[in-house]
Each structure stands twice: as structure tokens, then as C-alpha cells.
T-cell receptor
Framework: DTEVTQTPKHLVMGMTNKKSLKCEQHMGHRAMYWYKQKAKKPPELMFV???????INESVPSRFSPECPNSSLLNLHLHALQPEDSALYLCASSRSGGRVDEQFFGPGTRLTVL | QKEVEQNSGPLSVPEGAIASLNCTYS??????FFWYRQYSGKSPELIMSIYSNGDKEDGRFTAQLNKASQYVSLLIRDSQPSDSATYLCAVHQIIQGAQKLVFGQGTRLTINP
């Protein structure tokens, strides 16, 4: 299995809602990532988990809360989002987070905040 | 913030020709370089990685790296309309002790039949 899967594919939520994005990989990778991508822009790193521990938080607002329940799963909990948070949210994984690691992306969740 | 620069394009190439995509980076200590292809509305797909100076070939794709000039390129031979996409250059950098991929802005490539 060489896939990173993400659910849901699309999500529409109001500013007062709480929702979660899910990511799963079964490649034995020990580093997992959340990126945010706006239209016509490159992916922007949000969080990195390495061996199930949060290693990088790119000063992301607290309305985004990551969670890594085990080495295969990564969640992103969303609460009180703003319309400007509407974007494609990408999960990626890599073997260990080292310098030669190749990162593989999931298909993404298209989030719209009303 | 260390930078990765690409010509945003659009780059238009006739079908069957060679498409040449370029990327420069500012961190001389970078060791790993990646090219991703992203179709409109889809997620980035890794197509090439390169770590040593010189050329690396994979099918119709060739990645070229020149660390002295801080330059990495991607050549696509026999371009096909299905190659039309945005190509993202990504450079592995260590910033404030954290290892991360830094992406260029992407080059939009159009292959004209």
C-alpha cells in the first residue's frame, strides 16, 4: 500500500462548527505532515509529527489542533474557523522526516468555511 | 526564511518538444531536491528526487542539479498534453533546527497539441 488517504474529500462548515479532518497511511512512515494550500499558491506547512510527537508547529492559530493517535493516523481538529481558512488541506507522510525523505501527499480535503 | 524561486510562467511548449523548468535556491547547505507535479484541483505528486550533482533520468523526465550554482531543473522530453500541470520545486532545508520542505511558487506548464 503506497497511498495516503484523507477524509472527507470536501467539507463545508460554519464558523461555529467543530469538525475534524483525517489522514491515514500504511507505508510504515514515521513522519506525517499537515499543509494548507490556497489557490495558485504552493503548499504551506502547518504541522509536522515525527514518531508520533509534534515536532513543528508553524505558528498556526489555535483554532487548528493536530492529533496523532498512532503512527498511521493523523487528525486535524477544526473549531471556530474563519472564511479565510477555506483552502485545500493536504496530509503527507515520509519515512522518518530526515533530509533524504520523499514526502507523499494524500488527495486533500477541500474545506469551505461559511 | 530561506527561498526557492521558480518562474511562475505560464510556460507554453508544443507537443513533442522538450519542456525545461528551472528552480534556484538560496540555502547553500541544502542537500535534497524534489519535483512535484500538480494538476488543477488535485494534490501534488512526487515525480523526481535528486541529491547529487549531475543528471538523473526517469523515463521522459530528467532532473539536473548544480549545487555550486544553486540550481535545479527538470526536463520533460517528448512533451504530451497530459504533462500540462503546475510543477513545484521543493528543497529540503533546516530552518531554526527544524527539517522541512520549502516549495517554490510553481511553474504552470501548458503543452499545446
Amino acid at each position: 500500500d503506497t497511498e495516503v488517504t484523507q477524509t472527507p474529500k470536501h467539507l463545508v462548515m460554519g464558523m461555529t462548527n467543530k469538525k475534524s479532518l483525517k489522514c491515514e497511511q500504511h507505508m510504515g512512515h514515521r513522519a506525517m505532515y499537515w499543509y494548507k494550500q490556497k489557490a495558485k499558491k504552493p503548499p504551506e506547512l502547518m504541522f509536522v509529527y515525527s514518531y508520533e510527537k509534534l515536532s513543528i508547529n508553524e505558528s498556526v492559530p489555535s483554532r487548528f489542533s493536530p492529533e496523532c493517535p498512532n503512527s498511521s493516523l493523523l487528525n486535524l481538529h477544526l473549531h471556530a474557523l474563519q472564511p479565510e481558512d477555506s483552502a485545500l488541506y493536504l496530509c503527507a507522510s515520509s519515512r522518518s522526516g530526515g533530509r533524504v525523505d520523499e514526502q507523499f501527499f494524500g488527495p486533500g480535503t477541500r474545506l469551505t468555511v461559511l | 526564511q530561506k527561498e526557492v524561486e521558480q518562474n511562475s510562467g505560464p510556460l507554453s511548449v508544443p507537443e513533442g518538444a522538450i519542456a525545461s523548468l528551472n528552480c534556484t535556491y538560496s540555502d547553500r547547505g541544502s542537500q535534497s531536491f524534489f519535483w512535484y507535479r500538480q494538476y488543477s484541483g488535485k494534490s501534488p505528486e512526487l515525480i523526481m528526487s535528486i541529491y547529487s550533482n549531475g543528471d538523473k533520468e526517469d523515463g521522459r523526465f530528467t532532473a539536473q542539479l548544480n549545487k555550486a550554482s544553486q540550481y535545479v531543473s527538470l526536463l520533460i522530453r517528448d512533451s504530451q498534453p497530459s504533462d500540462s500541470a503546475t510543477y513545484l520545486c521543493a528543497v529540503h532545508q533546516i530552518i531554526q533546527g527544524a527539517q522541512k520542505l520549502v516549495f517554490g511558487q510553481g511553474t504552470r506548464l501548458t503543452i499545446n497539441p
